[in-house]
């Protein structure tokens, strides 16, 4: 194996011993005290404060206090200045923000690095534009902000997800309290420092760290708008806690996505899809193309050519330029990997995996191939969130579609083939909220994103997206 020179990203960013809540404009301590692990070595990176009920209650009375007296009556325009202002600080410490986001999360560096932060920004730059025309995007001619939103967002895409919510909720005029994922605050904590040098009025932003508990907190408080990304379980929750109220609620939920290869796809380009599509950040994305249905025809070409190309994934080191699969975020959820694929294992799939050596500290799983796959089986039916793939197959275009839809989510789904029609045929039986064509996990904060049936509804990006965050 060839010796590689060490990235620029190598060298460590500087990151506090310590970081407390943001709370209208400044950092004050919480009720306690957690610590944030990198996943990569185990080691304790910072600790963190945690929010209590009275911290959520100080952040919305103070959010509460920005949008009716500063945030609300300011004009889009001069709230499309600050959106742009955070954009522009976004890239000028993109690669603090990058490894930041490695360290914290697991991710390859060049995952952070080339689409994590870039798409952040891009989504500020893009939602900056609608500040002063939101009466022209089709949503009535007056639309006015909710008020204060309450968003939480889940460990997978810690800055990205943010940006999804805080982007547009600032946009249309509505003041936020968000609440990262417990085992991946430092981004968002890093973005309310970015918030004091955009010199954004205080409150209009506010940022709680903590558990489930604070999440509970910021969901029962009195918001207006509740916006949630994370499991179908949690998301199950939300929904019947803001039931009978006023709260206008958006979830984007869980996922286990079809990516079905006719015999007439470009082969070397679907297996390229392939991997992107679940080996993409270990997996750890709602959208992933955990499911594979190949046409019978061509499944020993499909199936060769994959095996071929995971063989050559690295996996390792996430601060390593060159690395294609990180750690896994959590020792929790290793064990979930862990436990599901023995699942796999045991009801009668076949399972592959490539020769590689892992770290012996950190958390870390191969990336794993079943084959034999049956519809019933758990990995089949389950949302692994890890760089597990079930391959099955398929004889006609009504199995595949079938097969790709007996699913309790519906989420996103892949098609690939050289037949425009044949796309389009699929794409309209397809019970996904985003079909992507001969490629996968394309993004783009123009595009709306969101689920049907336990994948959620409302969707985030767009001109769609801005709907959720007005009264209309």
């Given at each position: 194996?060839?010796?590689?020179?060490?990235?620029?990203?190598?060298?460590?960013?500087?990151?506090?011993?310590?970081?407390?809540?943001?709370?209208?404009?400044?950092?004050?301590?919480?009720?306690?005290?957690?610590?944030?692990?990198?996943?990569?070595?185990?080691?304790?990176?910072?600790?963190?404060?945690?929010?209590?009920?009275?911290?959520?209650?100080?952040?919305?009375?103070?959010?509460?206090?920005?949008?009716?007296?500063?945030?609300?009556?300011?004009?889009?325009?001069?709230?499309?200045?600050?959106?742009?202002?955070?954009?522009?600080?976004?890239?000028?410490?993109?690669?603090?923000?990058?490894?930041?986001?490695?360290?914290?999360?697991?991710?390859?560096?060049?995952?952070?690095?080339?689409?994590?932060?870039?798409?952040?920004?891009?989504?500020?730059?893009?939602?900056?534009?609608?500040?002063?025309?939101?009466?022209?995007?089709?949503?009535?001619?007056?639309?006015?902000?909710?008020?204060?939103?309450?968003?939480?967002?889940?460990?997978?895409?810690?800055?990205?997800?943010?940006?999804?919510?805080?982007?547009?909720?600032?946009?249309?005029?509505?003041?936020?309290?968000?609440?990262?994922?417990?085992?991946?605050?430092?981004?968002?904590?890093?973005?309310?420092?970015?918030?004091?040098?955009?010199?954004?009025?205080?409150?209009?932003?506010?940022?709680?760290?903590?558990?489930?508990?604070?999440?509970?907190?910021?969901?029962?408080?009195?918001?207006?708008?509740?916006?949630?990304?994370?499991?179908?379980?949690?998301?199950?929750?939300?929904?019947?806690a803001v039931a009978g109220s006023k709260k206008k609620v958006t979830l984007e939920l869980g996922g286990k996505a079809a990516n079905i290869v006719f015999d007439d796809a470009p082969i070397d380009q679907a297996v390229e899809g392939i991997v992107n599509g679940i080996f993409f950040n270990q997996g750890h994305v709602?959208?992933?193309?955990?499911?594979?249905?190949?046409?019978?025809?061509?499944?020993?070409?499909?199936?060769?050519?994959?095996?071929?190309?995971?063989?050559?994934?690295?996996?390792?080191?996430?601060?390593?330029?060159?690395?294609?699969?990180?750690?896994?975020?959590?020792?929790?959820?290793?064990?979930?990997?862990?436990?599901?694929?023995?699942?796999?294992?045991?009801?009668?799939?076949?399972?592959?995996?490539?020769?590689?050596?892992?770290?012996?500290?950190?958390?870390?799983?191969?990336?794993?191939?079943?084959?034999?796959?049956?519809?019933?089986?758990?990995?089949?039916?389950?949302?692994?969130?890890?760089?597990?793939?079930?391959?099955?197959?398929?004889?006609?275009?009504?199995?595949?579609?079938?097969?790709?839809?007996?699913?309790?989510?519906?989420?996103?789904?892949?098609?690939?083939?050289?037949?425009?029609?044949?796309?389009?045929?699929?794409?309209?039986?397809?019970?996904?909220?985003?079909?992507?064509?001969?490629?996968?996990?394309?993004?783009?904060?123009?595009?709306?994103?969101?689920?049907?049936?336990?994948?959620?509804?409302?969707?985030?990006?767009?001109?769609?997206?801005?709907?959720?965050?007005?009264?209309?």
């Amino acid at each position: 194996m060839f010796e590689y020179a060490p990235a620029p990203e190598s060298v460590r960013p500087d990151i506090k011993e310590h970081y407390g809540l943001f709370i209208d404009g400044e950092f004050a301590d919480g009720q306690d005290v957690f610590k944030s692990v990198n996943p990569a070595t185990e080691e304790v990176l910072f600790t963190v404060a945690e929010a209590g009920e009275a911290d959520v209650a100080r952040a919305v009375a103070a959010a509460r206090r920005a949008q009716e007296t500063v945030w609300g009556p300011m004009s889009g325009t001069e709230r499309g200045k600050y959106l742009f202002r955070i954009a522009r600080l976004l890239q000028e410490r993109a690669r603090e923000f990058a490894v930041a986001e490695s360290l914290d999360n697991g991710k390859p560096i060049k995952e952070t690095r080339d689409f994590d932060v870039p798409t952040a920004a891009q989504h500020f730059f893009y939602h900056a534009g609608w500040a002063d025309k939101l009466a022209y995007a089709g949503l009535g001619s007056d639309p006015k902000p909710l008020g204060v939103v309450g968003q939480v967002i889940p460990w997978n895409f810690p800055l990205l997800m943010l940006a999804w919510k805080i982007a547009p909720a600032l946009a249309c005029g509505n003041t936020v309290v968000l609440k990262p994922a417990e085992t991946t605050p430092l981004t968002a904590l890093m973005f309310a420092e970015l918030c004091q040098e955009a010199d954004l009025p205080a409150g209009v932003v506010n940022i709680l760290p903590g558990a489930g508990a604070a999440g509970a907190a910021v969901v029962n408080s009195p918001v207006d708008k509740v916006a949630f990304t994370g499991s179908t379980a949690v998301g199950r929750a939300i929904a019947k806690a803001v039931a009978g109220s006023k709260k206008k609620v958006t979830l984007e939920l869980g996922g286990k996505a079809a990516n079905i290869v006719f015999d007439d796809a470009p082969i070397d380009q679907a297996v390229e899809g392939i991997v992107n599509g679940i080996f993409f950040n270990q997996g750890h994305v709602c959208c992933a193309g955990s499911r594979l249905l190949v046409q019978e025809s061509v499944a020993d070409e499909v199936l060769a050519r994959l095996k071929e190309r995971v063989s050559t994934l690295r996996v390792g080191d996430p601060l390593d330029k060159n690395t294609d699969i990180g750690a896994i975020n959590s020792a929790e959820q290793l064990a979930r990997i862990t436990a599901l694929t023995e699942a796999g294992r045991g009801e009668g799939a076949d399972v592959w995996q490539p020769a590689c050596d892992l770290p012996e500290n950190g958390f870390w799983f191969r990336p794993t191939v079943f084959t034999g796959v049956q519809q019933s089986m758990r990995i089949a039916q389950e949302e692994i969130f890890g760089p597990v793939l079930s391959v099955l197959t398929f004889r006609t275009p009504d199995e595949a579609i079938a097969k790709a839809n007996n699913t309790p989510y519906g989420l996103s789904a892949g098609v690939w083939t050289e037949k425009g029609s044949k796309i389009l045929w699929a794409a309209e039986r397809l019970r996904a909220g985003v079909v992507w064509a001969n490629t996968f996990n394309q993004f783009d904060a123009a595009s709306p994103f969101g689920g049907l049936k336990e994948s959620g509804y409302g969707r985030e990006g767009g001109r769609q997206g801005l709907e959720a965050y007005l009264d209309v």
